[in-house]
């Protein structure tokens, strides 16, 4: 799909054409006749970064439509996480793993890899059997057929900046929560506003020159020391949930512990710096009145 914005600049029918860039992407994806984990991945980031896009159009569609279709989007996604999340939570007890010699501490983190792979093989098995992506295909195709049909101002950036304003309003106020309760769900809420925010200002990084690739890029560290936390708190849980009590246990959890405070420490202070600004101060310094 060809990407141009009038006079340079990102209106609502721009930010249309990525959104329907970032679904077609996925359906493609998935229409593969077995997924691999890494084309199931693609396809849930462009289904997340469609997602920041929809935020951006809210007023200009609509609540009706911008509910309906946000539901879709979120549908066709939720049956790939399984997938994804276990092959991560591999990944991580591979990293747990790298790097340790012989002994109880290898044995405990090797047993875990393997009940995480296991989940990761019967998560791949159930989306064949239940044909989980050719449905999520089939949303997909009827959302952006509704998507295409959407009557947009071709002048219409007002709404699109309001858009912009109420994410980073939202993830302003999920730091805020995170700051004062720190908990897993706390933070993983704070990451999944950090991401939609820098996957919305992607728009402007593609169709303007206005020196938006920092932010992008610092959005995207704030996410990504927040992933890291999550996935070793997920990988914790599952550490615990062993049938029986491990001796080098405590340690290993100590060890998360003290990893999971230095992602934290390092993601807050970064986040403050991402959300210093109020929510108007912030588009102003993005999408300029011109």
């Known amino acids: 799909m060809k ?11 721009t930010v249309r054409e990525e959104l329907l860039r970032h679904v077609e992407t996925a359906v493609k994806a998935l229409r593969a006749r077995d997924p691999s984990d890494e084309q199931i991945h693609r396809a849930r980031k462009e289904l997340k970064r469609a997602r920041a896009n929809l935020r951006l159009l809210r007023d200009a569609v609509g609540n009706a439509a911008y509910i309906r279709e946000n539901a879709a989007l979120r549908d066709a996604a939720r049956p790939l996480s399984g997938v994804r999340d276990a092959a991560v939570l591999r990944e991580t007890a591979d990293t747990m793993t790298s790097g340790v010699g012989r002994g109880a501490r290898r044995k405990l983190l090797l047993k875990v890899r393997r009940a995480l792979e296991q989940a990761r093989r019967e998560a791949r098995a159930e989306l064949r059997v239940m044909h989980a992506a050719r449905e999520s295909v089939a949303r997909l195709v009827a959302a952006a057929a509704r998507m295409r049909k959407w009557r947009l101002d071709q002048s219409d950036r007002a709404s699109v900046c309001r858009g912009l304003q109420r994410v980073y309003r939202r993830g302003r106020e999920a730091l805020a929560i995170a700051c004062a309760d720190p908990t897993t769900e706390n933070l993983h809420e704070w990451r999944k506003q950090v991401k939609y925010l820098g996957q919305a200002m992607a728009v402007w990084k593609v169709h303007e020159a206005n020196g938006v690739k920092r932010l992008v890029e610092r959005a995207e560290k704030v996410a990504d020391l927040l992933g890291t ?12 949930k062993l049938d029986s009590p491990h001796p080098i246990r405590p340690a290993i959890t100590r ?36």
């Open 229 to 240: 936390d999550h996935d070793l708190a997920v990988f914790e849980g599952r550490l615990e």
């Open 3 to 13: 990407r141009q914005a009038a006079n340079g600049t990102v209106q609502a029918a």
């Open 255 to 290: 060890d998360i512990g003290r990893r999971r405070r230095d992602l934290q420490d390092n993601a807050l202070k970064k986040g403050r710096r991402l959300f210093k600004v109020t929510p108007r101060s912030f588009v102003r310094g993005i999408a300029p009145r011109g």
